[in-house]
């Protein structure tokens, strides 16, 4: 005697299941990505405001002419790389004890390159991403 066996298919739960968790997670992702950039900025501004701030633009010469943050010194990737880097950062880091140094460039890839180095030189550092974005925020010179 040969037994028929019945599945049951539920194609269109496990459908909703699945729309449902891959909505959950892409919410999760953006709020993660939205609160992180905000609270950089909120931060920044705070540390600035208290004198605890030191921001510098890593962008290159010609990027620069764009404008730059208020208050931002200017130390382009181009001569982080350079042999006589740990000259330049000992002196920022005499010259701006117990501060952390902010770090942007256009778009916040070469401030995470040079956000390495600095901290490779002992100092205290954060990568707070682009200009195009910094800009709408922050006042700019």
């Not at 449902?20 to 609160?35: A, E, Q, R, S």
């Not at 002419?65 to 130390?75: H, R, S, V």
């Not at 256009?106 to 205290?124: A, Q, V, Y």
Request: net charge positive.
């Amino acid at each position: 005697m040969v037994k028929e066996i019945k599945f049951k298919t539920c194609y269109v739960d496990e459908m909703k299941a699945i729309e449902y968790i891959t909505i959950f997670v892409v919410i999760f992702l953006v709020y993660g990505f939205v609160t992180r950039s905000f609270f950089s900025v909120a931060k920044l501004q705070e540390e600035m405001k208290a004198g605890r701030a030191v921001v510098i633009d890593v962008r290159e010469k010609d990027e620069i002419e764009q404008g730059m943050l208020k208050d931002a010194l200017w130390l382009p990737l181009s001569k982080l790389r350079s042999e006589d880097v740990s000259q330049e950062l000992q002196k920022l880091k005499e010259k701006y004890p117990s501060k952390t140094f902010y770090l942007y460039c256009r778009s916040g890839n070469r401030s995470g390159i040079s956000k390495s180095i600095f901290e490779k030189h002992g100092l205290p550092t954060e990568n707070i991403g682009g200009f195009n974005s910094l800009s709408r925020i922050l006042p700019i010179k």
